[in-house]
């Protein structure tokens, strides 16, 4: 027998999924959310995590490059350095912000190079997840709360991409928790938050959950169109049974959800446009760059899909390195590159650069020293932040001294945070629209960071 209880959890998850996606309607929420709790502020503008799944190993991506920050470099990690001359093309010479130390890019990161010249694209050093400001000494003396389960995979994924770092098993995450407070400013609430690269928690809302899409486009049920086991009469009856009226209560909700899914599936479909759109093509091979494509694609039907604030998820795997590190990470980094430069492209076709910001996101950083050809799992990271609203070119928080001992060093040269994940997401939030009062709401540790230097980052206008 159903309880009075069970009934009304189901009718309000029932209305949580009334635009779900046709693909899975229970893994696909869209929400019919009422008043949200969002400053106004004109015009489209989204927010895109690119997370880079495995541990990127930050020290090779942004590189001391004068000549005594190099040299220290060098001697912490000789079997894995990158040789001083190969990062000539990508160095950005002094950074005022920084003692006027020098710093280059991975050699693969020419695209990041000109968009730190051109002012579009920040340097946010050290981010990690953090309960509170925490110093070393407190970290080895246990003396303050930590994120749970450092340096594990799964749980540090959870724990970037979560609104309260629990590790593993979190339910909400702090781009599903913006979307929460923004859908009210969508027509269609069913496409606030919205990956292109399977199940994340990021998305995951109180009310508004994720949207899945693939780098096709929209997911669909098969069979309820054409001919089904040869027959379009079979298709059609399938179709009438997955959407019916039905006197039982469940049975009814459901074929109202599954038919609201499969009009909004249709609803997308018909509204993107083709990936030739774009006069920028989609770099071959580039899983990322046809997940960032699929992305732009739906920028593009905003109208169409009445669409005005939006949260995406693309990701990239392969950075866990613990060996072949210069090769593999490389690659990888060659990916990364591509795909963004095509996706800024795109952007700037459709004139939205300054409408849309990308972020990165990883697992975490990876230890200072080598284990012979690679490197093991570590905590704070450095990460980018791309786009034409933007206060670029410049570094936001402190680099640290890529050596052993300091007061940074953990171990290993594993780096403590000094920039938390809550204030790099709290920036994001803001730039939204989300008002300071309820930042907290999206992430609730933010509150411990009031003077640590200050709650928010200043890189984005």
Same mark, same amino acid.
């Given at each position: ?182 859908? *009210? ?28 899409? *693939? ?16 027959? *379009? ?203 300071? *009062? ?24």
């Amino acid at each position: 027998m159903v309880s009075k209880a069970s009934r009304r959890e189901f009718l309000k998850r029932a209305s949580a999924l009334s635009f779900a996606a046709a693909g899975a309607p229970f893994a696909l929420n869209l929400a019919t959310i009422g008043a949200a709790s969002a400053q106004v502020v004109s015009g489209y503008r989204a927010v895109v995590c690119v997370f880079l799944y495995g541990g990127n190993d930050h020290t090779n991506t942004i590189i001391p490059y004068d000549s005594t920050d190099y040299a220290e470099y060098l001697n912490a990690r000789p079997e894995i350095a990158i040789p001083r001359n190969d990062l000539t093309a990508t160095s950005i010479g002094p950074v005022a912000s920084q003692g006027g130390r020098s710093f280059a890019f991975h050699p693969t990161l020419s695209a990041f190079k000109a968009l730190y010249d051109a002012g579009n694209l920040a340097v946010v050093p050290n981010v990690g997840p953090l309960v509170v400001p925490t110093t070393k000494s407190q970290y080895e003396n246990r003396s303050v709360p930590l994120p749970p389960k450092l340096f594990s995979h799964n749980d540090q994924q959870s724990v970037w991409q979560a609104n309260t770092p629990i590790g593993e098993g979190a339910r909400l995450g702090w781009g599903g928790r913006m979307g929460d407070l923004l859908a *009210s400013q969508n027509g269609l609430p069913i496409f606030t938050a919205v990956s292109a690269a399977g199940n994340a928690v990021f998305l995951s809302g109180q009310q508004v959950l994720q949207y899945q899409m *693939s780098t096709s486009g929209a997911l669909s049920i098969a069979g309820i169109s054409g001919n089904l086991y040869g027959s *379009s009469s079979a298709s059609s009856l399938y179709r009438q049974l997955i959407t019916g009226n039905s006197t039982h209560l469940f049975e009814d909700e459901l074929g109202q959800v599954t038919s609201r899914s499969i009009a909004a599936n249709s609803l997308l479909a018909s509204s993107l446009p083709p990936a030739s759109q774009f006069v920028v093509p989609v770099p071959s091979g580039n899983g990322l760059a046809s997940q960032l494509n699929i992305v732009a694609r739906m920028i593009f039907a905003r109208s169409s899909l009445s669409t005005n604030r939006q949260v995406f998820f693309v990701s990239l795997g392969g950075f866990d390195n613990h060996d072949f590190l210069l090769d593999r990470h490389g690659a990888q980094l060659q990916q990364l590159n591509d795909a963004v430069n095509a996706f800024y492209g795109w952007l700037g076709e459709m004139q939205l650069q300054n409408n849309v910001t990308l972020f990165t996101a990883s697992d975490f950083g990876r230890t200072l020293t080598s284990n012979g050809d690679g490197s093991d799992h570590g905590w704070g990271s450095h990460h980018f932040v791309i786009g034409g609203a933007v206060q670029g070119g410049e570094m936001y928080g402190t680099f640290p001294q890529v050596a052993f001992g300091t007061n940074e060093d953990i171990r290993q040269g594993n780096l403590l945070p000094t920039t938390s994940v809550d204030q790099y997401a709290a920036t994001f939030a803001r730039w939204l629209g989300v008002p300071d *009062s309820s930042v907290p709401d999206i992430l609730p540790n933010i509150v411990n960071f009031d003077a640590w230097p200050s709650r928010y980052l200043d890189f984005l206008v």
